[in-house]
């Protein structure tokens, strides 16, 4: 199959597919009302048949992956971690349903709404090697991370260990939950410099900080300030042997806020072992702004509750019209209900076709071979600091670093007077970020090098 048939084909393919063959759900106690007042149309359930996958690509031309891109290229754009532009096969689905839902907005809504998010969610459960029955759609990572950590199913006095490191969506999260179940909130330290942790380290930390009352681990896989990548594989093994002598409901789940990895490493849900896992599509994936997934093991899902109605399960209505109990939870409850940019959301199948086309292993490799190149150009520079750690099993595609004399502010101003865009961490100890992603080029890179260079305090 040709590049330009997929890009042409695949979504046109997958929303026939979508569309034309549903699985039976197994019927509640009293049947539900024959149309749902959401706009579900006919097909209420999954698709029985896995959606074809594109062909990964034999050998990847990066400069045909980069062409897929309308940046604007006089631009070096390193802050793939931020807001992500799409590739072409991606606007094109948006578009795509974007002029369905502009020429006749009801009854495209009524032939696709279902269809189409399940069909996302079995695409985002191929892509990470995940029950797509236990995923659920969400509009970003702090969406998911709020919907995961207000659904936890803990009461007065459990614990709940974070750490000092994690983002303030984490922190804000478990706070406002503690407030409603009575849990306790517990933060710990890592390590003093994240250039300098060990994996063994971070992991005596944590399990040294475990107690009888902990139920939740909730950790960050990227660090978003330090760039540091956490041994959630390490960790999870870990919890293995603390969990093995509990009950069900006493077992310590690990949460994770997975955004800056997800896209980025060649790993799944299982290989990492969380229980849940939250991550925004519209950064590493380069999916539908306004998009993104909370991943639940079939086995913890019932460990959360939902905590918006919900208009994607199946009996959702049937359950209130009959006032029947809907039922053990599933990632179609967990999904929030409402009218949303449903373009974006139906294209999300798009962003996980691209991503398994040039391949997840491809696409781990280069973004760790320009994040290396980046540290390893960046380490060279007397006047500046590498925060990130040098170690890839350490780290991703996020390189922070400090300017000796420079706020960080600063240097990312003095950046974009170099066309090169760059962030600065949103925490109390800031650092500049840049983030190279497959996208990019080894030439990318050595231009932000050459411009950092003459940025001195």
């Known amino acids: 199959m040709s590049r330009r048939r997929l890009l042409a084909g695949t979504g046109v ?10 699985a039976r759900a197994q019927a509640p106690a009293e049947p539900p009302p024959e149309s ?29 992956v980069r ?17 992500a532009s799409n590739p072409r096969l991606v606007r094109t689905a948006i578009a795509r349903h974007r002029d369905g839902l502009d020429a006749n907005p009801v009854t495209y809504l009524e032939a696709n709404n279902r269809p189409l998010q399940n069909a996302a969610r079995q695409a985002a459960g191929q892509y990470f090697g995940a029950a797509w029955e236990s995923i659920a759609l969400v509009e970003s990572t702090t969406s998911g991370v709020g919907l995961m ?31 409603r179940n009575g849990a306790m909130v517990k933060k710990i330290s890592l390590f003093d410099e994240a250039r300098t942790a060990t994996i063994p380290q971070i992991v005596g930390r944590l399990m040294g900080a475990v107690t009888d009352k902990t139920r939740v681990l909730a950790l960050t896989w990227v660090h978003s300030s330090t760039g540091l990548k956490m041994p959630i594989g390490a960790i999870a093994q870990a919890l293995k042997s603390v969990n093995a002598t509990r009950e069900p409901h006493r077992r310590v789940l690990l949460c994770v806020d997975g955004v800056h990895g997800f896209g980025v490493e060649n790993e799944t849900l299982e290989s990492l072992g969380a229980d849940a896992l939250a991550a925004g599509c519209h950064k590493w994936l380069f999916g539908p702004r306004g998009t993104g997934v909370v991943f639940f093991r079939p086995d913890a899902i019932g460990r959360f509750a939902p905590t918006i109605p919900s208009f994607l399960a199946p009996n959702a209505y049937g359950a209130w019209l009959g006032n029947y109990d809907p039922g053990a939870n599933t990632g179609a409850r967990m999904t929030p209900g409402g009218f949303k940019a449903f373009e974006h959301v139906w294209a999300l199948t798009e962003a996980f076709q691209f991503h398994n086309m040039v391949g997840k292993a491809a696409i781990a490799a280069r973004t760790r071979a320009l994040a290396g190149r980046l540290k390893m150009g960046l380490s ?14 350490l780290s991703a595609g996020i390189v922070s670093f400090d300017v000796v004399g420079q706020s960080a502010d600063a240097v990312v101003r003095k950046l974009r007077g170099a066309r090169v865009i760059g962030s600065a961490a949103p925490y109390a100890r800031r650092h500049v970020r840049l983030t190279p992603s497959f996208r990019n080029t080894e030439a990318d890179v050595d231009f932000a090098l050459q411009a950092l260079s003459q940025i001195k305090g």
């Open 13 to 22: 393919a997958l929303a026939g597919s979508a569309m034309a063959s549903v």
């Open 67 to 83: 062409g897929q891109w309308a940046l604007d290229w006089s631009w070096v754009n390193l802050s793939a971690m931020l807001f």
């Open 36 to 64: 749902d007042p959401d706009f579900a149309g006919p097909d209420h359930h999954p698709p029985e048949a896995t959606t074809p996958a594109p062909e990964t690509l034999k050998a990847v031309d990066w400069n045909w």
């Open 149 to 179: 950590y207000a659904g936890l199913l803990v009461g007065y006095g459990d614990e709940i260990l974070t750490t000092t490191h994690d983002y303030y969506v984490t922190h804000e999260a478990l706070r406002l939950a503690a407030q």
């Open 380 to 393: 060279q520079m007397p006047h500046i600091a590498v925060r990130t750690p040098m170690d890839p099993n």
